[in-house]
């Protein structure tokens, strides 16, 4: 059973970059099929896609975002990590690791194993 | 981007109910449709892939339907544990969006 992590601080300042990382256990991150995302959801609001890993380095991330968001993959430790800068309120959310695989006659992709999610506060 | 619409935003049902929440896509979107359930302080849970596929594990009460711009999601028979929110996401392009969530609370 594929199990996500993710872990880091609590409290960001404004300003400064917020930088989190999901441990993978009970599954391959080298896989081909799977890509790694981090997804996010402000208090009381819905979801917002930030980005996806593949493990080969190829990364998408959301437009919206701009250039704060760097993700990256490092397969020996079978992690992926979300770098997000310039950090303020707004980025204040409830951020999601989860496994981002293709399936079905379409290979139709959808986020199918997410971790538990960790809160993140932007303030002084 | 592609807008995913919801409706309703909300709704009350009771145990036993047909529940039936719809999404609609600001574009065709093909089958790539997933349905998400979430419940208070949980990560989402996958209900629904490419439209109308079962995830795995998910209890047969759970269907999608649709294709193009206009999908589904149907509770057949409400149960307890099925009081949640629920998103539908498009996987066509990127950036991956959801809908805004549909609210299933108890009547």
């Known amino acids: 059973q594929v199990q996500l992590q993710e872990s880091g601080p609590g409290l960001v300042k404004p300003s400064e970059t917020l930088s989190l990382t999901c441990t993978v256990s009970g599954g391959s991150i080298s896989h081909t099929s799977y890509y790694w995302a981090w997804i996010r959801q402000p208090p009381g609001k819905g979801l917002e896609w930030i980005g996806s890993?593949?493990?080969?380095?190829?990364?998408y991330h959301n437009p919206s975002l701009k250039s704060r968001v760097t993700i990256s993959v490092d397969t020996s430790k079978i992690q992926f990590t979300l770098h997000l800068s310039s950090v303020t309120a707004a980025d204040t959310a409830v951020y999601y690791c989860?496994?981002?695989?293709?399936?079905?006659?379409?290979?139709?992709?959808?986020?199918?194993?997410w971790g538990q999610g960790t809160r993140v506060s932007v303030s002084s | 981007d592609i807008d995913m619409t919801q409706s309703p935003s909300s709704l009350s049902a009771s145990v036993g109910d047909r529940v039936t929440i719809t999404c609609r896509a600001s574009?065709?979107?093909?089958?790539?449709l997933n349905w998400y359930q979430q419940k208070p302080g949980k990560a989402p849970k996958l209900l629904i892939y490419?439209?109308?596929s079962l995830q795995s594990g998910v209890p047969s009460r759970f269907s999608g339907s649709g294709s193009g711009t206009d999908f589904t999601l149907t509770i057949s028979s409400l149960q307890p544990e099925d009081f949640a929110t629920y998103y539908c996401q498009q996987s066509y392009s990127t950036p991956r969006t959801f809908g805004q969530g549909t609210k299933v609370e108890i009547k």
């Open positions: 574009q065709t979107i093909s089958s790539y």
């Open positions: 490419g439209a109308s």
């Open positions: 989860a496994r981002d695989s293709a399936q079905g006659s379409i290979a139709a992709r959808s986020f199918d194993y």
């Open positions: 890993v593949h493990y080969t380095g190829t990364t």
